[in-house]
C-alpha cells in the first residue's frame, strides 16, 4: 500500500476536510473495508501568512522542504501540499524533495479542461490571486485564467486571513462572494469559478448560481492523490 504524506494546517479546517475525503473517496473505489495510509505533518499557517506578507518566498520554501522531508522519513511514498498558497513555491518544492509531490494547481487545470470550460476566474488569497502559479499553468492549457479587481481581491483576501482560516464563516462573507462571483460573470463572462483557497469550499460548497461551475480545489486534489495512492 502506497502512503500520502500531507502538509496541513495551512489551514486547519481544510486540513480535516483532506482527511475525510481522501478516506471515503479510497473506500469508495477499494469496496473492501480498507483504509488508507495517510501521513499529516500539520504546520503552523500564520508563519506562512507571515513570511508570505514579507515577500520572503525564500524562506518559506526552505522551511516547507524541511517539512516535506520530515514526511518523507516518516515513509511517505508521495506528498501533497493541503492548500493553494504555498503552490506558489511548488517547482522548487519539487525540485528540492526526494518524493513526488502532487500539484493542486494541475489537476485543477485538468479538471477545468474536462469541463470544457474556457474562461474561468481565480479566488483566493492575495498571494494566489497575484502569484502568477495558476496562469502559468492555465496559459499552457489555453484557458483564460480572470481575476478579481484590486478592491474585490482586498475584500477576499482579508476575509481569507481574518476570517476562513479562523473557522468563522457568516452570512455576509457568504454573500459578499457571491456578490463577486456575480460581477466576474456579468463583467468577465467566465463560465467557471476556481475555489483556489481550500477553506473557501467550506463557505461556498454548493452555492453555484447562473451557470457558473465552481471548481472545488479540495475534492479535484483529493481525487487525483487517491488515483496516485491506487496506482
Known amino acids: 500500500m502506497k502512503t500520502v504524506g500531507l502538509i496541513g494546517g495551512v489551514g486547519p479546517e481544510s486540513t480535516i476536510e483532506y482527511y475525510r ?31 508570505a506578507t514579507a515577500n520572503r518566498f525564500d524562506k518559506f520554501a526552505a522551511d516547507l522542504v524541511i517539512e516535506i522531508e520530515r514526511l518523507a522519513r516518516a515513509g511517505a511514498d508521495f506528498g501533497a501540499l493541503a492548500a493553494n498558497t504555498p503552490h506558489i513555491v511548488f517547482d522548487e518544492l519539487q525540485r528540492r524533495s526526494r518524493i513526488p509531490l502532487v500539484s493542486i ?14 474562461r474561468v ?18 496559459s499552457r492549457a489555453r484557458i483564460d485564467l480572470i ?9 477576499i483576501h482579508e476575509k481569507y486571513i481574518s476570517e476562513l482560516l479562523k473557522n468563522i464563516f457568516t452570512d455576509d462573507t457568504h454573500a459578499g462572494l457571491l456578490a463577486i462571483i456575480d460581477q466576474l460573470r456579468q463583467r468577465d463572462a467566465v463560465e467557471g469559478v476556481i475555489l483556489g483557497g481550500t477553506e473557501l469550499p467550506l463557505i461556498l460548497r454548493g452555492a453555484e448560481r447562473g451557470g457558473v461551475k465552481f471548481l472545488d480545489t479540495t475534492k479535484i486534489h483529493v481525487e487525483r492523490i487517491v488515483e496516485r495512492l491506487l496506482s
Open 21 to 51: 475525503f481522501i478516506i471515503d473517496a479510497y473506500r469508495e473505489r477499494r469496496q473492501d473495508d480498507t483504509y488508507p495510509s495517510i501521513i499529516i505533518n500539520s504546520v503552523d499557517v500564520n508563519k506562512y501568512v507571515a513570511l
Open 105 to 118: 494547481v494541475e489537476a485543477t487545470c485538468e479538471k477545468a479542461k474536462g469541463l470544457g470550460l474556457r
Open 121 to 138: 476566474a481565480l479566488l483566493g488569497t492575495r498571494f494566489t490571486m497575484q502569484g502568477g502559479f495558476y496562469q502559468d499553468v492555465f
Open 147 to 155: 481575476v478579481p479587481n484590486e478592491e474585490e481581491q482586498n475584500y
